[in-house]
């Protein structure tokens, strides 16, 4: 079993910069493939990016590349998702998934998921 932790999200401008983070646990977890999804009112989950359980691979949706970035921490049970340049589009609410194996881009493929978290963006 692994527990998601998301932190970070809040109110912000547009153009203004979040960075959420997303602690996993047990220590294990650093084993984990990662990934962050959003949710706006009405609509369905969606891909934002993910990370491989070394690093080394990462991806990120086209509609937020360029602005947004995947990273992990030192220890690996930490993932973080850097947001800059943000726009009332990105308004959602985010959350972060974990899977033992490398994920693609659908919400289905991922076992574990956090409790998410709201980022808002006024314009």
Same mark, same amino acid.
């Given at each position: 079993q692994v527990t998601l932790v998301e ?10 910069? $979040?960075? $959420?983070?997303?602690?996993?646990? #047990?220590?294990?977890?650093? =084993? !984990?493939? /990662?990934?962050? @999804?959003?949710?706006?009112?009405? &609509?369905?989950?969606? @891909?934002?990016?993910? *990370? ?12 937020? &590349?360029g602005r947004f970035t995947i990273s992990?921490?030192?220890? =690996?049970?930490?993932? !973080? $998702? =850097? /947001?800059?340049? $943000? &726009?009332?589009e990105d308004t959602a609410i985010y959350?972060?998934?974990?899977? #033992?194996?490398?994920?693609? #881009? ?10 998410? *978290? ?6």
């Open positions: 932190s970070g999200g809040g109110l912000v401008q547009a153009g203004g910069s $979040l960075k $959420l983070s997303c602690a996993a646990s #047990p220590r294990t977890a650093n =084993q !984990y493939n /990662m990934g962050w @999804f959003r949710q706006a009112p009405g &609509k369905e989950r969606e @891909f934002v990016a993910r *990370i491989s359980w070394t690093g080394g691979s990462t991806d990120v949706a086209r509609s937020v &590349k992990r921490g030192n220890a =690996q049970t930490t993932v !973080y $998702l =850097q /947001m800059d340049n $943000l &726009k009332p959350y972060c998934a974990a899977q #033992p194996t490398w994920a693609g #881009p659908r919400a289905d493929e991922y076992r574990y998921w956090g409790q998410g *978290i709201q980022v808002t963006v006024s314009s």
